[in-house]
C-alpha cells in the first residue's frame, strides 16, 4: 500500500507539472538562473579537482605530519589554479598578439584591395558597355530627397535608441557576469577544501533517508558517474595535444605560416568535442588567406582530411578508452547529444552513455552468469538422475 501510494503521488505530481508546462519550464529558468553561480562554482571546482588531487598524490601521498596536512589542501588548490591559468595565459599570449599583427596587416592591404577592386570596375565598365547604360538610367531618375532624409532621421533615432540598450544590456551583463564569476570561484573553493566532508553530508543524507540496498546502488552509480566524468575530461585534454600536435607538424611539413598559433587554438578549442576544431579552422584560413589564398584552400583541405582522421580514428579510441566505451558509441552519444542539447549535449552524453553502458554490462554478465550457473545444477541433477 505504501509503495501504491507513493507511486500515486508521483503521477499526479507529474501531471500537474505537465499540466502546467509553461510555468513549470519558467520556474526551472529562474532557478537555473538563481543558482548559475553555484552551478559555475561546480563545474570549476570538478575541473581544478583533477591536477588538485594529482598534486596531493604527488606532492603529500606519504605525509603524516600535521603541519603538513594543514597546509596540503590550499598549496594545491594555488598550485592547480596556477596550471590552469597558466595553460590559458599561454593560450591568449599565443594567439592574441598574432591576430593583432594580422589585424595590422589586414589594414595595410585593404587600400590596395580598394585600388585593385576599382581598376576591375573600371576593366569591367570598358569590356561591357551595357553598365554605362545601366548607371546612366540609374542617375536620370530622380531621387526624393525629403523622403530619404525622413527615413534616414528615423532610421538614426531609432538607432540611437538601440545602441543605448544594448551599450546598457552589455554592461549590465558584463557586470553580473563579473559578479557571478567571483561567487562562482569563492564556492568552488569552499567546495574543494571541504570535498571530504561535503561527500559525507551528502552520503549520509542519502543513507538516511533511502533504503539500504536503494542508497547503495545509488552511491555506486554517483561514483561511477564520477569516475567517468574526470576520465572523459584527461581524455579530452589528451585528444586536445594530439590534434594540436597534427596541425603543427603538418603546417610545418608543407611550411605554411602561423602554424604555432593555429595549432595552440585548434587545441584549446578541441576541448569541444568533435566540433571545436572547427573554431581554430576558421580562425587559421582567414589568418592564412591575407597572406596567400592558394595556401588557404590547402590548408582547409589538410584540416578537413586531419579532423576526418581524428575524429573517427584518434577521438573515439582516445576518449572511449578513457570512459571505457567502444568507439562506435562514442561517435553515437557525440551525435545524439549534439542533436538534442548542443555542446553541453555532447560533453554530457559521453560519461552518461560510458557509464549506462557499465552497468548494462555488468548487469548482462551477471544474468548470464546465473543462466549457465542454473544450466550446470539442471545439468548436474539430470546426471543424477540418471545414475539412479
Known amino acids: 500500500m505504501k509503495q501504491i501510494r507513493n507511486l500515486m503521488l508521483l503521477a499526479a505530481v507529474l501531471i500537474l507539472l505537465v499540466a502546467n508546462s509553461k510555468a513549470t519550464i519558467a520556474g526551472l529558468q529562474l532557478l537555473t538562473k538563481v543558482l548559475t553561480p553555484v552551478i559555475a562554482g561546480g563545474i570549476v571546482a570538478f575541473i581544478l579537482n583533477l591536477p588538485m588531487r594529482a598534486y596531493e598524490r604527488l606532492l603529500f601521498g606519504k605525509a603524516k605530519r600535521k603541519f603538513v596536512l594543514a597546509i596540503k589542501r590550499p598549496v594545491c588548490y594555488i598550485l592547480a589554479f596556477i596550471t590552469v591559468g597558466l595553460i590559458v595565459a599561454g593560450v591568449l599570449l599565443t594567439v592574441i598578439p598574432q591576430i593583432t599583427e594580422t589585424v595590422g596587416i589586414l589594414g595595410k592591404k585593404i587600400p590596395i584591395f580598394m585600388e585593385d577592386a576599382i581598376a576591375f570596375l573600371e576593366k569591367m565598365a570598358k569590356d561591357y558597355p551595357q553598365l554605362n547604360d545601366l548607371i546612366a538610367s540609374l542617375e536620370n531618375n530622380p ?105 603543427f607538424v603538418s603546417m610545418s611539413i608543407f611550411r605554411m605560416p602561423y602554424a604555432p598559433m593555429i595549432a595552440v587554438l585548434t587545441a584549446f578549442t578541441s576541448l569541444i568535442p568533435i566540433v571545436g576544431a572547427f573554431v581554430g579552422c576558421v580562425v587559421g584560413a582567414f589568418l592564412i588567406l591575407i597572406e596567400n589564398p592558394v595556401t588557404a584552400f590547402w590548408f582547409v583541405i589538410m584540416f578537413l582530411i586531419l579532423q576526418q582522421i581524428e575524429g573517427n580514428l584518434i577521438y573515439p579510441k582516445v576518449v572511449g578508452n578513457s570512459v571505457g566505451l567502444p568507439s562506435l558509441w562514442v561517435l553515437f552519444a557525440v551525435t545524439v547529444g549534439g542533436s538534442l542539447f548542443g555542446i553541453m549535449g555532447i560533453l554530457c552524453f559521453i560519461p552518461i552513455l560510458s557509464t549506462v553502458y557499465f552497468l548494462l554490462r555488468e548487469n548482462v554478465d551477471a544474468r548470464n552468469a546465473a543462466k549457465q550457473a542454473e544450466n550446470k545444477v539442471c545439468e548436474v541433477s539430470e546426471e543424477q538422475e540418471k545414475e539412479e
Do not use: H
Open 143 to 247: 531621387v526624393n530627397w525629403d523622403t530619404m532624409l525622413d527615413k534616414v532621421g528615423s532610421f538614426l533615432k531609432d538607432g540611437v535608441g538601440n545602441v543605448l540598450n544594448s551599450t546598457f544590456s552589455v554592461a549590465s551583463g558584463l557586470v553580473s557576469g563579473v559578479a557571478n564569476g567571483i561567487i562562482a570561484l569563492i564556492f568552488s573553493i569552499y567546495i574543494l577544501f571541504q570535498k571530504e566532508k561535503l561527500a559525507n553530508q551528502g552520503t549520509r543524507i542519502v543513507t538516511a533517508y533511502l533504503p539500504e540496498k536503494t542508497a547503495n546502488n545509488m552511491l555506486r552509480v554517483l561514483g561511477i558517474l564520477q569516475r567517468n566524468f574526470s576520465n572523459f575530461i584527461t581524455g579530452q585534454c589528451i585528444e586536445a595535444l594530439v590534434i594540436g600536435t597534427l596541425i
